[in-house]
Antibody, heavy 123, light 107 residues
Framework: EVQLVESGGSLVQPGGSLRLSCAVS????????MDWVRQAPGKGLEWVGRSRNKGNSYTTEYAASVRGRFTISRDDSNDSLDLQMISVQTGDTAVYYC??????????????WGKGTTVTVSS | DIQMTQSPSSLSASVGDRVTITCRAS??????LAWFQQKPGKAPESLIY???SLESGVPSRFSGSGSGAEFSLTISSLQPEDSATFYC?????????FGGGTKVEIK
């Protein structure tokens, strides 16, 4: 069974740092791109960033709202994806989801999601 | 950035009704469009990619159509378990962007 399990969410003060993790199982993690998506309370979905696979040099993409503050990394040997967050702001308060990206006929689409982990930025 | 606009923002329909949600992109995205369903308090689930291809395990009452900048998601016969918010998303170019969502309620 394909599973993605996020962890690391907590209450953090503005300006602080936090590291989220996504542990995966049930598929060959190293083959896939992976995304982070967040959802602020009562709001819609917002894409945060993407990690490409080894075949694409582990390159990353970020939303403008987090570029320079958030860093996505992955450990293929441990089937895990991380989101390092620094200089967090109240606007970063959200549920953070990791999602598997599958390539089908050149369509790179999110097809499996984790249950999410909650980050609250407040003093 | 490509803006995604969904309509309506909410709708109420009866079990068995045919329901259609529209998604418009601010520029041509070919068929690089996905649809997601999110039930209250739950993570999103993937329904459709490539504008019209169903993800594995998705009931056949869901279908997607469109290309270019105009897309639609249709539920052919609305079921009680379809009460949820639906989002479209373009993956033609970065940053990936979502529509604002359409909340579907059962009368």
């Amino acid at each position: 069974e394909v599973q993605l399990v996020e962890s690391g969410g907590s209450l953090v003060q503005p300006g602080g740092s936090l590291r989220l993790s996504c542990a995966v199982s049930g598929f060959t993690f190293s083959d896939h791109y992976m995304d982070w998506v967040r959802q602020a309370p009562g709001k819609g979905l917002e894409w945060v960033g993407r990690s490409r696979n080894k075949g694409n040099s582990y390159t990353t993409e970020y939303a403008a709202s987090v570029r320079g503050r958030f860093t996505i990394s992955r450990d293929d040997s441990n089937d895990s994806l991380d989101l390092q967050m620094i200089s967090v702001q109240t606007g970063d308060t959200a549920v953070y989801y990791c999602a598997r990206v599958t390539a089908t006929r050149a369509h790179y689409h999110m097809d499996v999601w984790g249950k999410g982990t909650t980050v609250t930025v407040s003093s | 950035d490509i803006q995604m606009t969904q309509s309506p923002s909410s709708l109420s329909a009866s079990v068995g009704d045919r329901v259609t949600i529209t998604c418009r992109a601010s520029q041509d995205i070919n068929d690089a469009l996905a649809w997601f369903q999110q039930k209250p308090g739950k993570a999103p689930e993937s329904l459709i990619y490539g504008a019209s291809s169903l993800e594995s395990g998705v009931p056949s009452r869901f279908s997607g159509s469109g290309s270019g900048a105009e897309f639609s998601l249709t539920i052919s016969s609305l079921q009680p378990e379809d009460s949820a918010t639906f989002y479209c998303q373009q993956y033609k170019s970065y940053p990936l962007t979502f529509g604002g969502g359409t909340k579907v309620e059962i009368k």
